[in-house]
C-alpha cells in the first residue's frame, strides 16, 4: 500500500445532495494496509437531528476528531440552549482542523444537513486543515475518492427524491469502492429528509 | 510506512516498493500524483495433488498499490497442456518468466517428441527466479500432470527454491489461510474434497487480504487434460461474516 499515511487504514465517504433530502454513505472496512480486521468500522457520526459527518483517513484520527469535535458541539447546545445548524457545526470543524494546521490530523471530513423548517439542504468537504468548501452537490473524501467521484458525476441528476438519492449514492460508492483494495467490505447509508432518517446496511462484495 | 511492523510486514510488497523506487532526487521532482506504484499480483494462489491430477486456484485481482488495475485476472498460465504455473509478485516479472519458458518447454518437447515432465518445468522456472534472484520478484507455482509420476506441485518461491509439496500455497493472502490449511488439508482427499478446499481457501483469503479479490479461478488438470472453472463473486462459499 506504500507509505501513504492516509492510505494506511483506508476507507471511503460520498454524500449527494437532492431535492429536500441527502444521502450520506460510507464503506465500513477498517484495515492495516493490506490486511483487513473488521467490518463493522463506520465513519459516519451524528451531531444534531439532521446534521451528520463523516471522516476518512488515518483510523485513530477519525475517532479523535469525531469525539473532540462532540466535545465542542455538546458545549455549544449547553451554551446556546438550541440544535446545532449545519453551516455551524461545518465552521467548528474546519476551526477544530486549522488549530493544528502545522501538524495537522490525517482526516478528510465531509459535513452534511438538512434544515428541516425550510428543507434547505448543506453539502460541504474539507481537507485535513480545514479548508472551506462551497455547498456543493456531490462530494466524496477517501482513498476511492476518485473512482467514486467519476460514478457520482455521472448518477447525479438536480432534485432527485429520496429514492433515487439512496440508488444514485449506493452504485456509486458500491462500484467506485470495487477498484480500490483499501476500502469496500460492506456500506452504510443515511438518507436525510425533513422528517425522517432512513439507514440502509449494503451487503456488497466482501473483498 | 518504513517502519518494519512484523505484523503487517509483507515480503513481497516491501521488497517490490523498494526496487521500483524511483531516486530519491525524483521524488522531490515528480509529483505526487504520478508517481507509480508498481503492479504486482498481490495475491492467493493454492495448489494441491489428488489422486489422478491436480487442482489448482487463484484470485483475480491485479493491483498498482491501492488501485485495482484489473479485476478478472487470470493468474492460471498454461506452460504446456497439461502444465501450469500460478504467478504471485511482479506482473510484469512473473509474465516474463512464463513467456520465456513456455518457449523453452515447446523446443524441449520437440527435442524429446513428448511433452515435458512437471519437474523440468518447475525447474527451468526456478533456474531463472534463482538467476535473477537480485532483480526479480516472482513466487510461483508449477502444478500439472504427467505420465511418469502422475499429479505433481511443485513450489518456486522468491529465491530460487525448488521443493514438491503435496499442498502449497503463496501469495500475500496466504499468510491468512496456512491455519486453514493446517486444520483442514488431509492427504489422500477426493478431488471434490480438493476442490472444496481450494475454494474456501481462496475466498478465506479474499475476504482478509486487501491485494486479493474479485472471484476464484480454478482448474483441474489430469490425463484427461484441463478443465476450468471460474466462480464468480456471488457463487463463493460463504465464510464467516466478519
Known amino acids: ?207 | 510506512m518504513d517502519v518494519l511492523n512484523p505484523m503487517t510486514y509483507d515480503a513481497e510488497e516491501d521488497q517490490l516498493r523498494d526496487r521500483t523506487k524511483y531516486s530519491q532526487m525524483d521524488k522531490h521532482i515528480i509529483p505526487v500524483e504520478f508517481q507509480q506504484q508498481p503492479v504486482s499480483t498481490g495475491t492467493t494462489i493454492v495448489a494441491v495433488e489428488y489422486d489422478g491430477g491436480v487442482i489448482i486456484g487463484a484470485d483475480t485481482r491485479t493491483s498498482a498499490g491501492t488501485f485495482v488495475m484489473n479485476r478478472f485476472t487470470d493468474k492460471l498460465t498454461p506452460l504446456t497442456d497439461q502444465i501450469f504455473c500460478l504467478r504471485s509478485g511482479s506482473a510484469a516479472d512473473t509474465q516474463a518468466i512464463a513467456q520465456v519458458v513456455t518457449y523453452q518447454l515447446d523446443f524441449l518437447s520437440a527435442e524429446m517428441n513428448e511433452p515435458p515432465l512437471v519437474r523440468i518445468a518447475a525447474n527451468c522456472v526456478r533456474r531463472m527466479i534463482y538467476q535473477y534472484r537480485d532483480d526479480f520478484l516472482a513466487g510461483m507455482i508449477v502444478a500439472g500432470w504427467d505420465k511418469k509420476l502422475g499429479g505433481q506441485v511443485y513450489s518456486c518461491p522468491l529465491g530460487g527454491l525448488l521443493v514438491r509439496q503435496p499442498v502449497t500455497l503463496g501469495g500475500s493472502g496466504s499468510t491468512y489461510i496456512w491455519g486453514y490449511l493446517d486444520n483442514n488439508y488431509r492427504p489422500n482427499m477426493t478431488k471434490d474434497e480438493c476442490y472444496d478446499f481450494v475454494l474456501k481457501g481462496i475466498t478465506l483469503a479474499i475476504t482478509r487480504d486487501g491485494s486479493s479479490g474479485g472471484c476464484a479461478r480454478i482448474a483441474i488438470i489430469n490425463k484427461d487434460g484441463v478443465e476450468r472453472i471460474d466462480v464468480l463473486g456471488n457463487d463463493l462459499p460463504k465464510v464467516f461474516d466478519l
Not at chain 1, 80 to 86: A, F
Not at chain 1, 100 to 116: I, K, N, S, T
Not at chain 1, 128 to 142: E, H, K, P, W
Not at chain 1, 182 to 190: I, N
Request: proline share 2%; glycine share 8%.
Open chain 1, 1 to 207: 500500500m506504500g507509505d501513504d499515511i492516509l492510505s494506511y487504514n483506508g476507507g471511503v465517504a460520498l454524500a449527494m445532495k437532492g431535492k429536500e433530502c441527502i444521502a450520506i454513505a460510507c464503506d465500513k472496512r477498517y484495515g492495516v494496509q493490506n490486511r483487513t480486521i473488521a467490518t463493522n468500522f463506520t465513519k459516519i457520526f451524528q451531531y444534531s437531528d439532521h446534521c451528520f459527518v463523516a471522516f476518512c483517513g488515518l483510523a485513530t484520527d477519525v475517532q479523535t476528531v469525531s469525539e473532540r469535535l462532540k466535545f465542542r458541539t455538546n458545549l455549544y447546545e449547553l451554551r446556546e440552549q438550541r440544535k446545532l445548524k449545519p453551516n455551524v457545526l461545518y465552521n467548528m470543524l474546519t476551526n477544530l482542523l486549522y488549530e493544528r494546521r502545522f501538524g495537522p490530523y490525517f482526516v478528510f471530513a465531509l459535513v452534511v444537513g438538512l434544515d428541516p423548517k425550510t428543507g434547505e439542504t448543506f453539502v460541504y468537504d474539507s481537507d485535513n486543515i480545514g479548508a472551506i468548501s462551497d455547498n456543493v452537490n456531490l462530494v466524496t473524501v477517501g482513498t476511492a475518492s476518485e473512482y467514486i467521484f467519476g460514478l457520482g458525476e455521472l448518477f447525479f441528476k438536480p432534485n432527485m427524491n429520496a429514492d433515487e438519492l439512496f440508488e444514485a449514492t449506493s452504485q456509486a460508492l458500491l462500484n467506485g469502492v470495487d477498484r480500490d483494495s483499501a476500502s469496500g467490505w460492506g456500506a452504510v447509508v443515511y438518507v436525510i429528509e425533513k422528517d425522517k432518517i432512513t439507514v440502509r446496511e449494503l451487503k456488497g462484495r466482501q473483498d
